[in-house]
């Protein structure tokens, strides 16, 4: 039996066999939840969950795409089958599709709505399916709230605590528009209005829903897509536009999560955390006229931002 802080615990990650979603199933896991991936890749979910229980920990993977009602009633039906109860939900799925790119004339009515329905839609339906059952599982075993410690008079019984946990990926892309990505940003906006709406619909049931809002991740895909499209001198460029000059590893995000789905964090509700290395921060200006010099210096670097139709900027 795990002493980690969300011991007795039940979570489901989304999108949990790497990146983000891996770290953060394996991160909860070695807290001592027991963790359900949902992902579209069979392969990659099965070894994730291999390498939680090879570290100690439980793990099991469904199959699903995020976007489907029955996924998200299925996925609810399998932790509660499974684990006994729910706890966490972790809504962290996402794969997007160039047709997703441009600006409100150039997407096509289909990308809009399908992404839109992966982006959001699913996390509503996540949540639709998860509440009930957090209700249903109620506090954690053995949780003890201790004698009622709220500062002031306290009318009737104290509130319920520790039912559960919603936490949603945003983005940088959430707070900071950029040009000709219209579904992407619009997506991640709403998951900050959708976890602001949920925090208040749910808190009085003892269920607290954040956000988190990445910046620059370099997760496994990532990593390939830089080995493709860019070099050394280009991604430190990108590092030098972060105040800690770095960009962010899935585990940055997953430390985050897990944060946020401890008994510590049973006071933080609908808050958006950008877990961003301060770039969301600073004032852009600055950061142009800052890196100038490094550009002129580097001329041969190379981002993905440099693929043809991606420069986005000049018109
Ligand atoms: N990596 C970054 O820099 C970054 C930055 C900000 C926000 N984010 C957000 O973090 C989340 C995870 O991103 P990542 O970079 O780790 O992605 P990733 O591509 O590394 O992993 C995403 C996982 O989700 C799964 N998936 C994709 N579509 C799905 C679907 N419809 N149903 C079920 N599973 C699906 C994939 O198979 C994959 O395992 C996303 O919401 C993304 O928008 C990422």
């Avoid at 040009?179 to 900050?192: D, H, T």
């Amino acid at each position: 039996m795990s002493t980690g802080n969300l011991a007795g615990k039940a979570a489901i990650v989304t999108g949990g066999a790497q990146g983000i979603g891996g770290a953060t199933a394996r991160c909860l896991a070695a807290a001592g939840a027991r963790v359900l991936i949902v992902d579209v890749d069979a392969q990659a979910a099965s070894a994730n969950a291999e390498a939680i229980t090879r570290a100690g920990g439980v793990a099991a993977c469904m199959i699903g795409e995020v976007s489907q009602e029955e996924t998200a009633r299925a996925m609810v039906g399998r932790a509660m089958g499974e684990f006994g109860r729910l706890d966490i939900l972790v809504q962290n799925a996402y794969g997007g599709g160039w047709d997703r790119m441009g600006t409100a004339v150039e997407v096509e009515p289909r990308a809009w709505r399908e992404g839109l329905d992966l982006l959001v839609g699913a996390l509503f339906l996540g949540a639709k399916y998860a509440v009930p059952a957090m209700v249903e599982s109620g506090p954690p075993p053995g949780y003890d709230p201790g004698p009622w410690q709220g500062a002031g008079l306290r009318h009737g019984a104290p509130p319920p605590r520790e039912v559960g946990r919603l936490v949603n990926i945003s983005s940088a892309h959430g707070l900071l528009q950029a040009p000709r990505s219209l579904v992407y940003e619009v997506g991640k906006s709403a998951v900050i209005g959708l976890t602001r709406q949920m925090a208040v619909d749910f808190g009085p049931l003892g269920i607290t829903v954040n956000a988190v809002a990445p910046g620059h991740i370099v997760t496994e895909r990532m990593g390939q897509m830089w080995e493709k499209a860019g070099n050394e001198e280009g991604f430190h460029l990108f590092e030098l536009h972060y105040p800690v000059r770095r960009t962010g590893v899935p585990e940055d995000v997953a430390h985050a999560i897990t944060f946020l789905c401890s008994p510590e964090a049973s006071f933080i509700t609908g808050v958006v955390l950008p877990v961003d290395g301060g770039m969301t921060v600073q004032l852009q200006e600055n950061v142009i006229m800052d890196v100038k010099d490094y550009i002129l210096e580097h001329p041969q670097l190379k981002t993905h931002f440099d693929r043809p139709g991606r420069n986005t900027a000049r018109h």
